[in-house]
């Protein structure tokens, strides 16, 4: 038997015992095979970062699974023969228990690198990889990092066979991108072969480098030497000097409160603790949730390299908080450090969210300077220390399932610490997260009727438990399309690196770029909203003035939604679930949203009132997909025909307003055409028919017009409080009434207007919205301020009204103003 069989034999057995008890999990290139095809062609070499048997062994057993070229098969290349296609970077040096890394080249590489020069027909492509036997950050003292997992530091045999042991079950294997080492000689075609070897060796460091950091996680201190460390920076240490000046204390109390703060704020994240909430929310989701859908993670493997991610996910429960982190560990990535209200850091459920990684933060800190210096410095050692983050933009929960209006304070601190440091690029990674049913359904309906926000509690948490016993169906994830703060920051601010940037300097001019860069990352995060059979028969039944509706017509209509959100999707995220019309009312069934009514005519489908007023949550979350065709549907419910050009006109004139309360990400500039391409699909359908420069509607009597009526209805209410606004406007009189209190009187004459019509949608009356409204009508200097702080305004909102007359049909007008005037 030659020593090849020998060998082979030998590998072959060790990877068996391997495979009894190592559990994988491959990362990195979705499709690996596809990235190394070039009509077979290829030659393939696999890089480690350090030689290693265990290693070997796994990724071999990998590129079996996967249909790759076999890591420990020999292979021949122009007549050189090589024992396997591993080559390795670093070789361990050391005994039993203590090792330490020299860096080595394995004498394949230079071997197949000099036949790719000398023969420029033959490929090789090298492939990185990295094995992680568990991950956990580096921690001081922590005697668990030893065992636990891999760190930055390389184990000794007998560590390594431990390691195994303890982790061989929550083992990843992670293949990235194949270099090309043609590519690389045709970059450097005269580079001699010595320095292309050297080259291409500096260059898989720096990847494995970076893939560490980005699986593992940077080294991070012990907590209590990061605390302690936070007083001693110069801008706490000043704020110290304010609070014993201004307070009449002395220097160590005030940095004895400093320490206080810091320790409130400051996480505890323990590896520990991730892997108990890893199998404990496995079960949970398996329990509670029929599994969690995850879309664009492609965009994220893309975007973590040399980036310091900052996720910034839509808010609508609190297990907002575990699900991204849980998600990104099981894929492979580290969980981020999560900004959490001060309200959760409660008895039993704080310390376990600590040591998930979450700090807290208190809800507002204004007027304690002290805390905000502390804060401050907190955050900016977590960004520098090069750890990814999680914070959520619009502050609170949303009650009404709508994204809300941003609250800048977390992005205003990022961008000053990037100021100060942006010796790496930090990346906002929007982040939509929805549910078919939300976890605190029972709390939200009760606010959603108008009683006050509960506050959390212990007892309120156990409370949830009960839950476990209903099914909530699916939870969707997107990732969005990646801010990059470097890049927004050139485009409005060119020469920003040049200019001064100490801790204590807060430069006027971020200010109107932190409520941009706010704005834009709510647009992305509702760019990324995914439809689910729940929102999507929410969006039909509740256009129904009963919500109740034929069946078939009801499946008529939601397949209309499913094709105009196929054939004109809202962005390139856009997906509709799996199934037509008929499937989605099914699946609503089977989860008890809807209620079937047996009639010889055909079945009706309907909702109670507590259902009715749920489901407005479901359809908030995806409203906005539907904004453009709602909005032209508006217009022609109202009017048999309408001149093309008006049509536009008045969508132009009307879209400004939608998209500041529904964050639309088209530009004004843009959404002309928008229009045109709406208006021609209606046509194309048959919703709308045109004869020269006029359209005009379907009959009253067709099912084309039922479906444009139902339609429109997802924008009638945002039309109807503008016009409501207006009213209150002109009744009032120009100068006598304050921004503060003309979002009141709106908001309890829309109250009264939603009991007096019976309107299921408590949205209707939110404060927010109304001066979300009153805010933009005063940016576009549609209404001004005196010298009273009191609302002036002119002509234009003469025009507003005459506008009000085509969107808004007579009977609906008439109602507004009889309410109003009185």
Not at 104 to 127: G, N, R, Y
Not at 308 to 320: L, T
Request: proline fraction near 5%; include cysteine.
């Amino acid at each position: 038997m030659t020593l090849r069989a020998l060998l082979a034999i030998f590998n072959s057995f060790f990877r068996w015992i391997l495979t009894l008890w190592v559990r994988t999990t491959v990362m990195g290139v979705k499709d690996p095979k596809e990235a190394l095809d070039e009509n077979g062609t290829d030659h393939v070499f696999y890089a480690l970062p350090n030689r290693s048997f265990s290693a070997s062994l796994v990724l071999d057993s990998e590129t079996r699974k996967l249909g790759l070229p076999r890591a420990l098969e020999p292979v021949e290349i122009a007549g050189v023969a090589f024992t396997n296609r591993i080559f390795y970077l670093s070789k361990p040096e050391g005994n039993w228990f203590s090792r330490r890394v020299k860096p080595f080249l394995h004498k394949s590489a230079p071997q197949f690198i000099e036949i790719s020069k000398q023969h420029p027909d033959i490929k090789v492509k090298i492939v990185p990889v990295n094995v992680y036997w568990g991950r956990t950050p580096n921690k001081e003292k922590s005697f668990l990092k030893i065992w636990l997992g891999d760190s930055w530091s390389v184990p000794g045999k007998f560590r390594r066979i431990v390691s195994i042991l303890l982790n061989g079950r929550h083992t990843f294997v992670h293949i990235s991108e194949p270099m090309s080492v043609q590519d690389v000689i045709s970059e450097n075609p005269d580079m001699e072969a010595s320095r292309l070897i050297r080259k291409i060796g500096r260059v898989l460091r720096v990847h494995f480098r970076h893939n560490r950091s980005a699986v593992i996680g940077p080294d991070l201190s012990h907590r209590r030497t990061l605390v302690h460390r936070l007083v001693h920076k110069p801008m706490v240490m000043t704020a110290i000097e304010h609070e014993a000046a201004d307070k009449g204390i002395s220097i160590e109390k005030a940095k004895a409160r400093a320490l206080k703060y810091g320790d409130e704020i400051a996480s505890n994240q323990s590896h520990t603790t991730i892997r108990l909430l890893e199998i404990v929310l496995s079960w949970v989701w398996n329990k509670l949730y029929n599994g969690v859908q995850v879309k664009n993670l492609d965009k994220l493997h893309d975007t973590f390299k040399d980036n310091e991610i900052i996720y910034v996910p839509c808010h609508r429960s609190h297990i907002d908080y575990l699900l991204l982190s849980y998600v990104l560990f099981t894929k492979g990535f580290v969980p981020p450090q999560i900004a959490a209200g001060i309200n959760l850091n409660l008895p039993v459920v704080g310390p376990i969210l600590r040591r998930g990684g979450a700090f807290f933060m208190r809800r507002s800190f204004k007027d304690n300077p002290l805390y905000s210096a502390v804060f401050d410095e907190y955050l900016h050692t977590v960004f520098t220390s090069g750890y990814s983050t999680e914070y959520f933009i619009e502050g609170g929960r949303s009650r009404t399932g709508r994204t809300l209006k941003p609250r800048a304070g977390m992005l205003a601190m990022t961008v000053r610490s990037y100021l100060r440091d942006s010796h790496k690029p930090i990346v906002f990674m929007p982040v939509y997260i929805g549910y078919e049913k939300v976890f605190e359904g029972g709390t939200y309906l009760g606010e959603l009727r108008g009683q006050a926000k509960k506050k959390e509690s212990l007892l309120g948490v156990f409370k949830t438990l009960k839950d476990l016993k209903k099914n909530f169906g699916k939870v969707y994830l997107t990732f969005g399309d990646a801010i990059n703060l470097d890049n927004f920051l050139e485009a409005r601010r060119p020469n920003w690196k040049s200019e001064d940037h100490g801790p204590d300097f807060r430069p006027e001019w971020t200010k109107q770029v932190v409520n941009e860069l706010a704005i834009n990352v709510v647009t992305e995060i509702n760019k990324a909203a995914a439809l689910n059979p729940i929102n999507m028969v929410a969006l039909a039944i509740l256009a129904t003035p009963k919500q109740a509706m034929d069946e078939k017509i009801l499946a008529q209509t939601l397949n209309l939604y499913g094709e105009l959100a196929k054939d004109m999707p809202y962005s390139h995220l856009t997906e509709l679930p799996e199934g037509n019309g008929q499937d989605w009312i099914n699946y609503a069934e089977n989860m008890h949203v809807i209620e079937r009514l047996k009639h010889p005519l055909g079945d009706i489908i309907r909702v109670d009132e507590a259902q009715a007023v749920m489901l407005t949550y479901y359809r908030n979350n995806v409203i906005h997909l539907f904004a453009i065709p709602s909005m032209l549907a508006c217009l022609f419910i109202n009017n048999v025909k309408m001149k093309r050009s008006e049509v536009v006109r008045f969508a132009t004139t009307i879209y400004p307003y939608l998209k500041s309360e529904l964050f639309l990400h088209w530009e004004e500039s843009q959404i002309e055409g928008v229009i045109s391409q709406w208006i021609d699909l209606c046509i194309k359908k048959g919703y709308l028919t045109e004869n020269g420069d006029e359209l005009f509607r379907p009959p009253v009597s067709s099912n084309n017009y039922i479906i444009l009526s139902v339609l429109s209805e997802q924008v009638i209410q945002i039309l109807e409080r503008y016009y409501i606004a207006i009213a209150l406007l002109q009744r009032s009189g120009s100068g006598e009434v304050n921004q503060e209190e003309m979002v009141k009187n709106c908001s309890l004459m829309a109250q009264r207007i939603s009991i007096l019509h019976g309107l299921n949608a408590p949205e209707f009356f939110d404060k927010s919205l109304f001066k979300n409204l009153i805010d933009e009508l005063l940016e576009r200097n549609v209404l001004t301020l005196n010298s009273e702080h009191n609302i002036e305004f002119g002509e234009r909102i003469e025009n507003i009204t005459n506008d009000a007359k085509v969107l808004l049909n007579a009977d609906l007008r008439r109602s507004i103003l009889q309410v109003t005037l009185n």
